[in-house]
């Protein structure tokens, strides 16, 4: 649990903060121990905050509540006239009236000198002055903590107000925040907050707490250029942006979100602090602008690997980081592998990094990166072993079947080769490759389906395009892979290419298959996958397109069977007579292309007859029956003319 008191850090106890309120630049703020200096601040003129900001004891995170004056129940107390407090007067007419602002439901100044009421100009809304000698007593700090509030209460009077405290109410929305020109500090912790809004205002803010909302996006901050402090710990954000402009933000809250990558910290120059514990992150990326970052918290969070912290690594004045409860936190030799690559590091998961520890993690590291090199190698020759006993396997296959299809002989039909192994792996995070059988060994992998909405592209080697049908579902989960490419894959219908629909292609290579040889192949995936725009390497054209609609328009998946078994014979039978040539291969173009335009008109030809054959049928029983109906002395004829008749005709 981290500590509310605190902005960032939960190593230290003290919460002090303490703001140059004679001028709106120069400011110190010190902040779990730590002193922010940001201009030349004046000493003779700096103010403390109330006690809640001071005491070193201060309770922690979702906890913490004002230490100041009066009760602290939210409730408003009842007090009766005090020394040097004025009670608003009353007009001729029975109103009470402050500053020529008509009020109603006035109640007494509590301990504090606040009072509470309600302007007729805007009903339901509250209204809070103070009583003279309480503005006078402190001018440049009002504090509305656990007041029940659920609306920002109208401010009168309150233009030299610099610190405003909000915090342990119940407001919705942030508002009525006008005529504070010098507001630097503003506190809005645990509250009812949804969204960012109602700051156009204050351009002046250096600091501005809302911790412990419900606030899902980081919006609406343009205005606040000024701004040196943004917390927003305790919320429901899910994605880091709108920051750029904060040029001078130094301290950056965001703990207890729902955030996975960390982003869009570009811009952010004057960064110091960052603090994202308790996240989802797993990548970290982003930090190549923020040279002034010197503690990053990022405790608790998915965190896996070293390689995912790179953007950490070229941070060159880091002297703070805590990755305690993170999945790399238990990799061997954890600490002194951050020692030896972060040379800057002078506090690690909160203990102190030692000259000893130094000097013990160098010597260890250099160790650990012989053994690491000796084992990248070793796994680059057992990979390169696999694949080379795939590839063997898959084309032993592939030659016995050439001899089946050659000799038509089905005596060792059931004669079965090698097994065929699996291997696959991640390709430069965004690329998966699968040999041979690897289809089958998805499903007992699930860090590889964990991250599956990285993997752009699918290579497919040496695995039958059956394999890909009955695994459809599994390679359907990486639904962000638009790109795939096939090698070996004993493709030589084009009907077996129509299981590539259920895919949202952009991008296709096929290459060492039967089918790529045909003539149109290319026109069929065009076809078959209006999405693709490049095959092969090349651009999809939009005359492509309509040549291809005009030559598969009127072909359906079944009578496509029906071509792909003709051209598959054709090919068989003018192989060899084909040569490799212009002149050859515009004959085999010509070729085919008769062949498919005599395939459409049989199959036009089919669709007609189907259509007209029940008419045909009917008229041909309508004239049966006609002339059946004409000839009654057949039909009725005694049985003895009969016998005559055939008598006769026997004769």
Known sequence: MGSRGKLLSSSSKSNLLNINVQGTKSHLMNVQGRTYRSGAASSNSRNKLPEFYSNPNSPREGQRGYRGTGQ?????????????????????????????????????????GVIFAVSKKQPGVPFVFRTQTARMVSPERLNLDRRNLAICPVLEGEEQLRLLNFENNNIAKISNLRNLPNLIFLDLYNNQIKEISGLESLGTLRVLMLGKNYIRTVERLECLSKLDVLDLHSNRITKIQNLSHLRDLRVLNLAGNQIDVMENLEGLYSLTELNLRRNNIHTVHGL?????????????????????????????????????????????????????????????????????????????????????????????????????????????????????????????????????????????????????????????????????????????YYCDITSLSEN??????????????????????????????????????????????????????????????????????????????????????????????????????????????????????HYVDKVLQDVLVIDKKVHKLNAIWPSIVRQIVRSTLAELESRPNVVDAPAGEDSRSNSTSNE
């Open 472 to 589: 459809i579902n599994k390679l359907r989960r990486f639904s962000n892979a638009n790109s795939y490419a096939f090698g070996h894959n004993d493709i030589r219908l084009f009907t077996q290419l129509d299981v590539l629909a259920a895919f949202n292609l952009k991008e296709l290579s096929v290459a060492h298959n039967r089918v790529c040889k045909t003539t149109l192949f290319r026109s069929y995936i065009v076809f078959k996958l209006p999405t693709i725009e490049i095959l092969n390497g090349k651009q999809v054209s939009q005359a492509e397109r309509d040549s291809a609609g005009s030559k598969f328009s009127l072909v359906n998946s079944a009578p496509m069977s029906h071509l792909d078994e003709i051209l598959s014979k054709r090919k068989d039978k003018q192989a060899a007579t084909f040569k490799e040539g212009s002149k050859s291969r515009k004959i085999a173009r």
């Open 72 to 112: 602290s129940n939210g409730s408003l107390p009842s007090v009766g006239s005090r020394t040097g407090i004025c009670s608003p007067k009353k007009s001729s007419a029975g109103m009470t009236s402050v500053g020529g602002t008509s009020l109603s439901q006035v109640k007494p100044a509590d301990e504090d």
């Open 288 to 460: 190549d602008q923020c040279n002034s970052l010197n503690r990053v918290y990022l405790s608790d969070n998915k965190i896996a690997s070293f390689e995912s912290l790179e953007s950490i690594f070229r941070l060159n004045s880091l002297a703070e980081l805590t990755l305690d409860g993170n999945l790399v936190a238990s990799n061997r030799y954890y600490r002194e592998y951050l020692i030896d690559r972060i040379k800057t590091v002078k506090t690690l998961d909160m203990r102190r990094v030692t000259d000893e520890e130094r000097r013990v993690a160098t010597m260890l590291v250099r160790n650990d990166e012989k053994l690491e090199k000796q084992r990248r190698e070793h796994l680059k020759a057992e990979r390169a072993h696999t694949i080379s006993a795939i590839e063997s396997v898959w084309l032993s296959k592939h030659k016995r079947r050439l001899s089946k299809d050659r000799s038509r002989s089905h005596h060792n039909h059931n004669v079965r080769g090698p097994t065929m192994k699996g291997y696959y792996e991640v390709k430069e995070k965004t690329t998966l490759l699968l040999y041979g059988s690897a289809l089958d060994m998805l499903t007992t992998d699930n860090r590889l389906f964990a991250d599956r909405e990285r993997i752009e592209k699918i290579e497919i």
